[in-house]
């Protein structure tokens, strides 16, 4: 092998071109999906979003399915329905992007930090129940990467103590546990639309639950707390009558977006098996590389690979994290992190929050690297960026 000089110190790229670390897939009849809604009667509140929710239930396996603007309106409408209010305790991980704790907060409750599992980088549900306080109301759950939480000990623990579980399945969509879909095993679930997760709708969310009266709080939250249904009216003036029963917000989705969202569905288990061999390629092209953890899998839990995460062994590098990325990024490999524990950001520590409170996350935050991961790559491109990872690790190993 040779040693060819890094790019970080002037030397060729392994690539020539930037290769992101996740993005879009549209093909020629996505584009025709959103072209006939734009032609047709109903740009929103129109039949494309009740198609999209019926599919994404039936793929899911849930009984119901309501589509929001966003994952965070999906999670904020799933928080509500759970009826999480002043001082409320919900106990999330850390290791997530922000709106999954945000949600919380939107709805005055109390985010409690819960350190994860370092193998699988989920809650570790033996630190779930020592974080359990009379004030606990709810468990949020994030199938971190696509691999499936520990449902069977969250749920578990959620029934001995009367808690709601919400799962934020933002990474998830396809994954399954003990050979059920996620979408249809805990109280509701979040699944995310945004361009670099599975399917997209440009931006978009979608909650799924088994359970009739937090589908219909749901419904009735994304639409300013206003109801039609006759069953529900205090009163009823006449055909034009509806009211406004709580203070919801819009957070509808469009049809232009769920006609993206009907087209892309089409195409989810291709996206997947493709994820799935990506993700493949990658475990056996760096097992090798004793520089780096590379992701665990536990056998009950079928990921549906969001994500390619890899631990940098510090101890055996001369460089720091920070270096090992820049590098990266110099040899056009679009690396990224996930994440900085959400309670480091600066407005949680403004409520309070401190360092050290899980420090198995913190410590993780400080050694993951992402690599580019999506259906659109193929194996050439997982094999480029794998020999930047080996050039860059080889270079700062001690
Ligand atoms: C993407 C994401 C969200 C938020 O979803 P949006 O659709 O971007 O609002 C929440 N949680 C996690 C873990 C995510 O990855």
Redesign the pocket.
Known sequence: MSKSKLAIDGGKPVRAHYLPYGRQMIDDEDIESVVKVLQSDYLTSGPAIEQFEAEIAAFTGAKYAVAFS???AA?HGACYAAGIGEGDEVITTPM??A??ANCVLYQGGVPVFADIDPRTYNLDPQRIRESITARTKAIIP?HFTGQPAQLDEILQIAREHNLIVIE?A??ALGARYKDRSIGSIGDMTMF???PV?HITTG???MITTNNPVYYEKLLQFRTHGITRDERKLRENHGPWYYEMQFLGYNYRITDIQTSLGISQLRRIGGFIEKRKQLAALYLQELSATKELILPHQLPEAESSWHLFIVRLQLVRLKATRKTVFQALQKENIGVNVHYIPAYLHPYYESLGFRKGICPVAESCYEEFITLPLYAGMEPEDVLDVVAAVKKVIRHYSK
């Open positions: 966003s994952g965070t999670l997530t992007f709106a999954t994030v934020d933002a990474h995310s639309f945004h997760k931006e978009g969310g």
